[in-house]
């Protein structure tokens, strides 16, 4: 590919630090690196025509973690280290507040819910309720965070559920409008966002990294940030990341809905919440990891068939409504919930693995990777 010389010289001449990912986590280092220096040209690639992960396809959660996936945490990982990161999470939720404002983001603290369907999953949750809210008070600053509400089956309209646990701290956001006022943000200090760039090669030289697109467009910069998440093996096939399919559909909208809030169930691994008088309903890959563990995106219908069950017979039983919308996001996992920041080489950082979490600690990885960064400057 050919550049004019007004394409070289506004976009990719002298150029500082170039972000691989216009995410969440991107776009955060991009602001965090800004307000240390406005002077660095800064410039954002990004492979689509949004961000291409999860970060404008996720369910827009403002969550930090249900009491059945705390807790089988627990069973994998040290107490403190389960606990640091519900402290990131949400302090990163709370970052993002004061980055761009409720309105903006259209928060919403109508809290979270766990529905369960087995007594004896609920009997683990709710004997542990004492423990979770003593451990995480003093971390999200309220004494009671999770308690039972199982008066909520029935004003929720819920059918074949037999509890209900509640979180009273959690939230939920506008994904699209997040996205959209946190690039405006990054734009007004100078930022450039290019779309539809997508790196094939970056070597580190030791001075500058030497960068190609996958249409044979080089340039070369100062440094070097990874934040493509799900998509962190094309880059980095060293980093224990692996891609995580998130399948998603979305009603018409149901008269006299009666559920408001966001919504887990099996440890997690569904999810679903209010849109106005719709129903947003994603998850079961744990139906199919080996087929959900892909970084194309996509449906199959033994996940869509399972959400539709759901729906019809716990969440909107004997309602009217019509699918109107499918989709999916791919989000990055690995063998810890704790995301990767560090150095690649001299000039290269990454900044990826939010375990399906981005929301709640993009802000602050962001941020984290921007600080590393800054020091090499």
């Avoid at 309903?281 to 399972?306: A, H, I, M, P, Y």
């Avoid at 791919?330 to 929301?359: E, L």
Wanted: hydrophobic share 40%; glycine share 10%; aromatic share 8%.
């Amino acid at each position: 590919m050919y550049l004019s010389f007004w394409e070289n010289t506004t976009y990719f001449k002298n150029v500082d630090i170039a972000i691989i990912g216009s995410g969440i986590v991107g776009l955060n280092a991009a602001l965090s690196l800004k307000k240390k220096d406005p002077k660095l040209k800064i410039i954002v690639l990004e492979r689509g025509m949004f961000p291409s992960g999860a970060s404008s396809k996720n369910a827009g959660f403002a969550c930090f973690g249900s009491t059945s996936e705390l807790l089988d945490d627990l069973t994998k990982y040290p107490e403190n280290e389960v606990l640091n990161t519900v402290e990131k999470r949400w302090k990163g939720l709370e970052r993002l507040r004061k980055n761009l404002g409720d309105k903006a983001i259209d928060f919403h603290n109508w809290g979270g819910y766990e529905i369960f369907d087995s007594e004896k999953e609920f009997i683990r949750c709710n004997e542990q309720l004492s423990y979770l809210n003593k451990s995480l008070s003093g971390i999200i600053g309220k004494k009671t965070i999770y308690k039972r509400a199982d008066e909520k089956i029935s004003a929720f309209g819920f059918k074949n559920l037999k509890h209900i646990i509640v979180n009273t701290s959690e939230g939920q956001i506008d994904t699209g409008k997040m996205m959209n006022a946190l690039i405006a943000k990054v734009r007004s200090t100078g930022v450039e966002i290019i779309n539809g760039f997508e790196v094939k090669d970056m070597k580190d030289d030791g001075k500058n990294v030497h960068i190609t697109s996958s249409n044979d467009l080089n340039f070369s910069c100062k440094k070097v940030i990874v934040a493509t998440n799900g998509f962190a093996k094309k880059l980095l096939p060293d980093e224990p990341v692996v891609p995580a399919r998130a399948q998603v559909l979305i009603t018409s909208p149901v008269k006299n809905l009666k559920l408001k809030g966001t919504f887990h169930y099996d440890s997690g691994y569904y999810y679903f919440r209010n849109i106005g008088d719709r129903v947003l309903l994603g998850g079961g890959r744990n139906l199919d990891f080996k087929t959900e563990e892909t970084s194309e995106f996509g449906l199959t219908q033994l996940v869509q068939n399972r959400l539709e069950e759901l729906l019809q017979e716990v969440i909107l039983p004997k309602q009217k409504y019509e699918i109107e919308m499918r989709w999916s996001g791919i989000m990055g996992v690995g063998p810890a919930k704790k995301s990767i920041v560090k150095p690649i080489s001299k000039n290269v950082f990454c900044a990826v693995r939010m375990g399906g979490m981005g929301v709640a600690i993009g802000s602050l990885v962001g941020e984290e990777v921007a600080v590393m960064v800054g020091k090499t400057l």
